[in-house]
């Protein structure tokens, strides 16, 4: 009880610092403008998912055979697709799909990897050792293969499905990243410091070293939505991946391959949403990394 | 009967549409083939063995047919010709006889004289023998049908052997489809070890020269052919791995290869319009279907037991009706499809018949008249069971990817709602209980693939459509995976199983068919035609249905 | 550290022997089997598949088929493929040289590219270069490799009819170096970009990190020559990161890129796996798992010692 009246001007104190840190690190962010374009295309295309039944007049899944491959024109501004399905509806939906899978199965794979890594690297030993064993056991697993097995056993791919399975499958990078960064800090002259004026583990690892493995972490997180994107794709294109009719990016585009040369426009659509989506989060995470990072100076 | 025992095979010739310049024998005749040259060939499966006994893929045939030869071959016409025997033994020339009872088979086969492997060692009527028992004997080999009715065989001279079957085995011309060298293999403890998987030796056309694994198989010319030096006509046919049917279609264009196996329907229009490019399109017997369950969805159901919406024969014609199959093919085979009527749809005893066409109006009328009432979302329902399906086929499969969402659709707005929920060919396929295929378990609603009846539609049948073949917990074996039941269709199936009697069979089986048709429990798709395509400048290509189109490679030539 | 690999080496054992159980049973406790390939053959009686079941041991209790799979497999007779009845020693044999012709090309072209690229950048930070390169990242990085695979394919094998469209040589042809580098652009070029593009990333985040740090400062207060800076004190630093990243390459090297080697129909271990995978050959399956883990177990050894090289803090007991 004595201490509280120590404890609250800590507390404020710190808060202080910390709204500045934030607010400065805001204005960094703001300075980066890839990094704000990137914000805002996201959030147009999220919002824009959002409301796919309210922006377009047609169902996603209405296949009309006898307007098979219409180009772009006014009235299906990307043309319809193979099934005679409206291209700009069928993004729309997709772009649900699609962005939830990246940034669901980044969640699930950076809360892991980073909570592996984090104990690994600070408290080595046999944790570590145990942990990075089942790592490379996690690693030696063909992600593909348990791809499968999970598919079969939860009877076909569902967003998630495909979140859980790549989320789960994924995390052993970060791991690694944020390990060697707890290795290669843990021993460092500030964190010594910190431990002899008797800071516990918990605000040692939250406070003074997961701060400075944060760039590691943003980098691997943005390449990580990525990535998720790009697999959701690389499994339509092994057969593995969200079963028709619900559309994603990644399974249009695949079954637009087949089609490349006689409708363009199927193909082109879906492969330029993935791209837009996933630079627009590249140059966050870009972003991010830069405002994050106090040691760091914006040069010319 | 002596009649009946040959054309067991042969029937009414199928219609053969050949798009594109088809080959004809005419042309082939007229200009005179050049010798020499290399045909390369792409295939996008690649032949895990080469063995005839192991084998079990389309692609081995496809790359066998050019190395190893049977007794006998088929013609288009579905009829038995004389390959390496003199002729085809029947009841007529004396070659079959049945035994005093009429409960036993001999069958007399001469070799034509002077034939060698590609080794050169003579092939004599020991081979035949050595064929059946290794058949017997080898416990990897595929199916023993047939071989299992054999009871001995003699070898009165070198150049004939007497088989004797102890039973009726009708397509007992067909059965030594593939000779095997005894002189080669018979020292062998387990030829699955050998290099004759790889490079088996024939008396073929051509010789197996080098198999790079995942990359190409070489066939050279076989200079101890019964048919040399004419025979054949190339010097080297080189078959390519690719990855997929679109590299094979795309190396055809850029005149990487010659020849391409199994084009799918939906590269037919751009193969069409390809300058220096021939497709051969031939019906084959194989139908793609939409089976339903009639029995409950749950693993080793009750057979006796009704699904809660398939139960009712409203909901299964309902179904039929809100197919538009006419427009599928169309639209999605490219026209290169024929809509199917029954499992049977080549040969002596194809079924004429047909089944309804497309007529929405028609399947809400016949749902409405049933009882089941759409509910606010379009969805019907009765008796508080919803109208909701699911609807599985192999994973990854775009043709049938993309039938099923059509289908989705218009099975919809009769008020139907199907959920997809398809699996790897590794499970639905299975044919296994163990390996959790869900049409033996019968863990499905409704559940599309392609089946291939025999020359003989017998074991087709029979083993998918009698009620005793209903796979259950206890004996997995059946394929009768709707769960179909009706006494009289038993019946016309047993009868049909214990005649010679073609003209019998062929009514029993019909009779069977459209009891099956009448209980609305497959939707019969269509029957898939063989679709390959070559380069103009190969020439000598013969279409023919129950064969692959390498069947008669040896006639092939490079026009200069 | 001569006792630390050792420690290591010997540790890896018990892990290798619970991949190797945990492979087993995620593989048994997979739906689907071997047998399907022979649903097309309207022949095939369940006598034949009973026989055949027999016949590949699959109707032995999975204790026993695991044990004697592990028995033959440690006495190097790793079994034989159920669908080409090859040893899976020597179907392993033929597949991989392709894969390591394959990917040690895609390796040594990646490290080559990525580190003055990566370096320039961070050095560089926000110049013309930079913002190309980054860009050119980015673009890479956002394309799936199978669409990217295709579309060189359409571009300069079907368009342009520059280089082939698959394979590892013209079929039939007698070996020419020159035709082999042409087969060899395209699949090295759709796995090197979009692997390029990662490591640049890394390298250039963990560079500008580096550079704005006390002893790479007091390096240049010390009036050490900029290059001498970044070369030897600030990549030396900031290679660890990437380190990870490229020793987790290396089982790639040998399992092959499977997307990679599918479309362009390479005749790897990607497309061995793959083949296997969707026929259900265990035994085929079971020797690839055991060969990528032995090597991943090894990539992560290599990784953790070239961190005591490249960071000096980092002791191992």
């Known amino acids: ?300 | 009967m002596a009649v009946g025992l040959v054309i067991a095979g042969c029937g009414q010739p199928p219609p053969v549409t050949g798009t594109s310049p088809a080959p004809s024998a005419s042309a082939s005749a007229a200009a005179s083939p050049t010798r020499g040259g290399t045909a390369i060939i792409a295939i996008w499966q690649e032949p895990s063995t080469l063995a005839a006994h192991y084998a079990n893929q389309t692609v081995t045939d496809v790359v066998n047919f050019g190395v190893i030869e049977g007794l006998t071959s088929t013609t288009t016409d579905g009829e038995y010709v004389p390959n390496l025997a003199k002729s085809v033994p029947t009841v007529a020339n004396g070659g079959a006889k049945l035994s005093a009872d009429g409960k036993k088979l001999d069958v007399t086969w001469e070799l034509k004289p002077g034939i060698k492997w590609s080794d050169g060692t003579p092939l004599t009527s020991a081979d035949i023998k050595y064929t059946w028992e290794i058949w017997m004997k080898d416990p990897k080999t595929n199916s023993r049908t047939g071989f299992s009715e054999i009871e001995s065989i003699d070898l009165p001279n070198e150049l004939t052997a007497v088989v004797h079957y102890k039973s009726v085995y009708a397509p007992y011309p067909n059965n030594f489809f593939s000779l095997m060298p005894k002189a080669l293999l018979e020292k062998e403890a387990d030829i699955s070890k050998t290099d004759y998987v790889r490079r088996p030796l024939g008396t073929g056309p051509f010789k197996v020269t080098e198999f790079k694994a995942g990359d190409s198989i070489t066939l050279e010319k076989n200079t101890n052919y019964r048919g040399a030096p004419d025979k054949p006509y190339l010097d080297k046919i080189i078959f390519k791995s690719v990855p997929s049917s679109q590299v094979a279609l795309a190396q055809l264009q850029a005149g990487e290869v010659s020849a391409m196996w199994n084009l799918t329907e939906a590269q037919t229009p751009d193969a069409e319009k390809m300058a220096g490019v021939a497709l051969q399109v031939v019906p084959g017997p194989t139908v793609e279907r939409i089976e339903l369950n009639t029995a409950q969805n749950k693993e080793n159901p009750d057979p006796n037991s009704v699904h809660p919406v398939l139960g009712d024969i409203a909901v299964r014609k309902a179904l039929l009706y809100a197919t538009p199959k006419q427009q599928v093919i169309d639209k999605l085979l490219f026209g290169k499809a024929k809509a199917g009527s029954s499992p049977v749809s080549q040969g002596w005893a194809a079924y004429k018949g047909t089944q309804e066409g497309y007529d929405p109006a028609k399947a809400n009328t016949t749902l409405d008249q049933a009882g089941w009432v759409k509910g606010s979302d379009g969805i019907r329902s009765k008796g508080g069971v919803r109208a909701s399906l699911t609807y599985a086929t192999t994973t990854g499969d775009q043709l049938r990817e993309r039938v099923q969402q059509v289908l989705l659709d218009e099975w919809k707005a009769v008020g139907i709602e199907v959920k997809i929920q398809n699996q790897p060919s590794a499970v639905l396929l299975s044919g296994s209980c163990a390996s959790k295929d869900p049409r033996k378990l019968g863990t499905f609603d409704m559940v599309m693939y392609a089946s291939t009846p025999a020359i003989d539609p017998h074991s087709t049948v029979a083993s998918r459509y009698h009620s005793k073949q209903i796979p259950t917990a206890a004996d997995c074996s059946g394929q009768n995976y709707t769960r179909f039941k009706n006494p009289d269709a038993d019946k016309a199936i047993e009868e049909a199983g214990a005649t010679l009697d073609l003209e019998k069979r062929k009514a029993a089986y019909n009779t069977a068919i459209k009891l099956l048709n009448d209980a609305y429990v497959i939707i019969w798709m269509y029957d898939r035609a063989n679709i390959d395509a070559r380069r103009t400048e190969l020439q000598g290509w013969q279409p023919n249905v129950w064969q692959r189109f390498t069947w008669n490679v040896q006639d092939w030539y490079l026009k200069k | 550290m001569g006792r630390y690999v050792t420690r290591r080496l010997l540790q890896a054992l018990p892990l290798l022997f619970a991949i190797s159980v945990a492979s087993f049973a995620i593989l048994k406790a997979t739906p689907g089997g071997p047998l399907a390939a022979y649903e097309g053959n309207p022949d095939f009686t369940e006598a034949d598949r009973q026989r055949l079941e027999h016949a590949f041991g699959l109707d032995q209790p999975l204790p026993i088929q695991y044990l004697s799979w592990l028995g033959s497999f440690l006495k190097l007779d790793w079994g034989y493929s159920f669908s080409s009845h090859q040893p899976v020693l020597t179907l392993i044999g033929e597949r991989l040289p392709n894969t390591i012709y394959l990917m040690g090309t895609v390796f040594v072209v990646v490290l080559l590219l990525a580190i003055p690229i990566g370096v320039l950048t961070a050095v560089r930070q926000y110049s013309v270069f930079d913002h190309v390169v980054t860009g050119a990242t980015f673009t890479f990085l956002s394309t799936p490799t199978f669409w990217l695979g295709l579309l060189l394919i359409i571009l300069f094998g079907l368009q342009l009819r520059w280089l082939p469209l698959g394979g590892m040589a013209t079929p039939g042809a007698p070996f020419e170096l020159g035709d082999r580098l042409r087969h060899l652009v395209l699949p090295v070029a759709t796995i090197a970009l979009v692997q390029l593009g990662s490591h640049v990333r890394y390298l250039r985040a963990s560079m500008l990190e580096t550079i704005g740090q006390d002893y790479v400062r007091t390096a240049r207060a010390k009036g050490l020559a900029e290059r001498v800076v970044v070369m030897r004190h600030a990549l030396k630093n900031a290679a660890i990161p990437l380190v990870t990243v490229v020793a987790l390459d290396v089982p790639e090297l040998f399992v092959g890129a499977l997307v990679t080697e599918q479309i362009f129909g390479w005749p790897g271990m990607g497309r061995l796996f793959w083949d296997a995978a969707t026929r259900s050959d265990y035994p085929v399956l079971q020797g690839i798992l055991a060969v990528s883990s032995t090597l991943i177990v090894l990539a992560n050894l290599l990784a953790d010692v070239m961190y005591g090289y490249l960071d000096p803090r980092i002791r191992y007991s």
């Open chain 1, 1 to 300: 009880m004595a201490t509280k009246s120590v404890a609250v001007p800590v507390a404020l104190r710190r808060s202080t610092a910390e709204r500045s840190q934030w607010s400065m690190a805001l204005e960094r962010f703001r300075a980066h403008r890839p990094a704000v374009i990137g914000l805002v295309v996201l959030a147009v295309l999220s919002v824009l998912s959002l409301l796919a039944p309210i922006v377009s007049p047609y169902d996603p899944d209405k296949t009309q055979l006898l307007a098979l491959y219409e180009p772009p024109s006014l009235t299906h501004p990307f043309g319809t697709d193979d099934l005679g399905r409206d291209l700009a509806t069928r993004i729309l939906y997709g772009g649900r799909v699609s962005l939830s899978v990246g940034l669901l199965a980044v969640t699930v794979a950076v809360s892991i990897g980073t909570l592996v890594g984090v104990v690994a690297g600070y408290y080595g030993g046999w944790i570590d050792s145990l942990l990075m064993r089942f790592v490379d056991m996690m690693y030696s697993f063909p992600r593909l293969f348990l791809l499968i097995l999970f598919g079969v056993f939860f009877k076909g791919m569902t967003v998630g499905v495909i979140v859980l399975v790549l989320g789960v499958l994924s995390w052993m990078t970060t791991s690694r990243l944020v390990r060697a960064t707890f290795l290669s800090l843990k021993s460092r002259e500030f964190v010594e410091a910190a431990r002899c004026i008797g800071a516990g583990d918990r605000r040692i690892i939250v406070r003074h070293i997961l701060p400075n493995s944060l760039a590691p972490i943003i980098v691997a997180a943005t390449l990580g939505v990525a990535a998720a994107i790009i697999a959701e794709s690389t499994l339509s294109f092994l057969g593995l991946g969200i079963q028709p009719p619900t559309p994603s990016w990644g399974n249009m585009l695949n079954h637009a391959t087949t089609d490349m040369d006689k409708a363009p426009w199927i193909a082109f659509f879906p492969g330029f949403f993935i791209f837009l989506a996933v630079v627009s989060i590249n140059f966050i995470g870009d972003g991010l990394r830069d405002a994050l990072d106090p040691r760091h100076v914006i040069r010319g």
